[in-house]
């Protein structure tokens, strides 16, 4: 362990520890899925630790009790652990598989062996146990047949258990467990814990009197059955594979006899400097010397989908792509013909061709990265939204106020034709006018990042902010007060049904309506202007309708387009601005207020108060 974050305690410096994280030299996990090595324990051994929570976390579904015949499915490397955890638990353990290697090792560990390819499992199994059946089955094999499942039924006792670990086909049939009133049931990876953000990504852990076995726990035990000898690994090394050589083991893994392939990670100086580099070249040579050269921050959905191609087509100079997934970044970069690909902006950063960046991360990592970038000297584009909270936002302030670079956000959709159209038909000076815009935005879970608070911000934060600055757009003022009600008796702030609206300092009015509880086939988004006797209506960024405008020279229908939100012209827009100079393509005051009145709206449903600034 190299460095500890500053609310870790339980860790220093120094230790040696397990985790779930990537192959990788060097990487960041969240305290809850990192447990500590005893000192008898070989690295090479601990790297059975997270193999060995999955089996363990089946057998604590079995609830085994000293005695039980369990029978194991499938003799890998999970069926292996597993077998002899249930042997040390004082249970007969049966162990199911085809192949002889895999057998034989269980057989020298003191397990009851059954060749599926040689002898009827189900008879064996009713042999070993005075026809009785087996208190329990957990299942570790894989494969699509569903010839294991009717089998696991057959060779249970009345009222048996039977766990499913691995990969099986399920189409059960019901006789087969309404006889005998089995209990099935699915093992989750490593235990409880697992997927639950707050625990595996904040650090929130279950306690103990509670939760027994969590994932991290799970983790201690297997590391603590090794230390005793309770849990053999070492005859599970069938291969060592230089990293180098890593394609060997993924190419060749279905038709492979091996039960453990370690990954050796090279002692060679000249080696491991490769490997250590956080930056790699990709496809060299792409971008004509003297452009304003840009690097992609974040390679999640949002920038595949959108962002890439959108740059493909501006011909932009993409000169770095750099992501936490250091596999799926490169893969990317390739792609799209991007120079280099890395794991650590940083080092970006450090790079003088580089003009700008472009932030595409999850929400929490924003307002830092945006400080980073402007104190590096680079322009800088990130995708909504800029902070998440008003300290954050002041102290983006502040590091705007030491730099030259402009900061833009994706705001796409004021570069979309139909909003220039609107803007052209209402002119410079149109006076107050009111303005509805309307989003039928779709069920997101509660469970997903985008509606935590903490990272992602919520809906209102990351999403009803573009329709903030799309009003402030059409009616070329800013915003001076909020007031926004949200679905529910006692909506929370990450409310995704909520209304918002905003009163101008022209005078104009604009009301958000941010809807998650709408149909699907009905438009997602409508922008509705309502001024001088005259009515401009947007249907989901296709169909722009007007009325007032006169029948002689206009039909109500005035542009209609295939669906264009403005990504394609903003990034072309960016491209040039970057290259060429001039006025920021949106004020970076404007940025701010959009940005201020998103945090007067969630204020504004604390309080049931108005907020003015």
């Keep these: 362990m190299i460095e500890v974050g500053s609310d870790v305690k339980e ?8 985790s779930n994280g990537p192959h990788a030299e060097v ?16 690295y090479e051994e601990a790297s059975f630790t997270v193999v060995g929570a999955i089996a363990l976390q089946g057998i604590r579904l079995i609830k085994p009790t000293f005695g039980e015949t369990i029978v194991v499915v499938g003799l890998g490397l999970i069926g292996l652990i597993a077998a002899q955890l249930l042997k040390a638990n004082g249970c007969k353990v049966i162990g199911i598989d085809p192949d002889e290697k895999k057998l034989k090792i269980a057989d020298e560990w003191g397990l009851t062996v059954v060749n599926a390819g040689a002898a009827d499992p189900v008879k064996v199994v009713q042999n070993q146990t005075d026809q009785t059946g087996a208190d329990a089955v957990l299942i570790t094999a894989s494969t699509k047949s569903n010839d294991v499942i009717k089998q696991s039924a057959q060779m249970s006792r009345k009222r048996g258990r039977i766990v499913l670990v691995g990969v099986i086909g399920l189409d059960i049939d019901r006789s087969d467990f309404y006889e005998k009133e089995l209990s099935f049931q699915v093992s989750c ?29 799970n983790f201690e035990a297997i590391l603590h059955a090794i230390e005793t000898g309770n849990v053999n690994v070492k005859p599970l090394i069938t291969e060592r594979i230089p990293l180098a050589d890593f394609n060997h083991i993924y ?28 930056v790699i070249s990709v496809t060299p040579d792409k971008i004509k010397p003297g452009r304003a050269n840009i690097a992609i921050i974040g390679a999640g959905n949002f ?46 950063l450090e790079d003088n061709s580089v003009k700008g960046v472009l932030i595409s991360t999850r929400h929490n990592l924003h307002a830092s990265m945006v400080i980073s970038a402007l104190d590096a000297g680079k322009h800088v584009f990130v995708e909504k939204p800029l902070a998440l909270n008003p300290k954050e ?54 469970d997903s990042w985008v509606q935590d608070m903490e990272i992602g911000g919520g809906r209102i934060l990351g999403e009803a902010c573009h329709y903030v600055d799309l009003i402030s757009c059409l009616t070329g003022s800013l915003v001076k007060s909020v007031y926004m009600q949200a679905l529910g008796e006692q909506p929370v702030e990450n409310t995704d049904n909520a209304s918002i609206i905003l009163k101008y300092k022209n005078g104009s009015l604009g009301v958000v309506n941010y809807f998650a509880n709408g149909h699907k086939s009905y438009s997602k988004e ?33 542009l209609k387009t295939k669906q264009d939100k403005g990504h394609n012209e903003q990034f072309k827009q960016l491209v040039n601005n970057w290259e060429c100079g001039g006025e920021p393509l949106i004020a970076f005051p404007e940025i701010v207020n959009s940005t201020s009145a998103t945090f007067a709206a969630l204020e504004s449903l604390r309080t049931g108060e108005e907020v003015t600034f």
């Design 526 to 558: 409508r922008v509705e202007i309502y001024y001088q006797e005259k009515n401009l209506i947007l249907d989901n960024f296709r169909k722009l309708y007007g009325y007032g405008y006169g029948e002689s020279s206009f039909s109500n229908r005035i």
């Design 251 to 278: 190419k060749e893994i279905s038709d492979s006899d091996s039960i453990a392939s370690i990954l050796e990670y090279p002692t060679d100086q000249k080696e491991a400097e490769f490997y250590k580099k956080s």
């Design 303 to 348: 920038a595949q989908a959108m962002i890439l191609p959108a740059l493909k087509k501006a011909e932009a100079p993409l000169k770095y792509l750099v992501s936490s997934g250091g596999l799926s970044s490169t893969q990317l970069a390739k792609k799209y013909e991007i120079e280099r690909s890395g794991t650590d902006y940083r080092a970006v």
């Design 11 to 18: 860790f220093q410096v120094g230790n040696r520890v397990i």
């Design 393 to 446: 936002l002041d102290e983006i302030i502040e590091a705007k106020k030491a730099s030259a670079k402009s900061v833009m956000v994706g705001f796409n959709r004021r570069f979309s034709p139909h909003i220039q159209k609107m803007r052209e038909l209402v002119g410079n000076h149109p006076g107050p006018m009111n303005i509805i815009a309307t989003m039928n935005a779709g069920h997101i879970p509660q």
């Design 27 to 42: 990487v960041s996990v969240p305290k809850n899925l990192v447990a500590r090595i005893p000192d008898s324990v070989s």
């Design 189 to 217: 990876s490593y235990g409880p814990g697992r997927y639950d953000a707050n625990y595996e990504q904040k650090g929130e852990d279950y306690p103990l009197p509670f939760v027994r076995w969590t994932e991290k726990r």
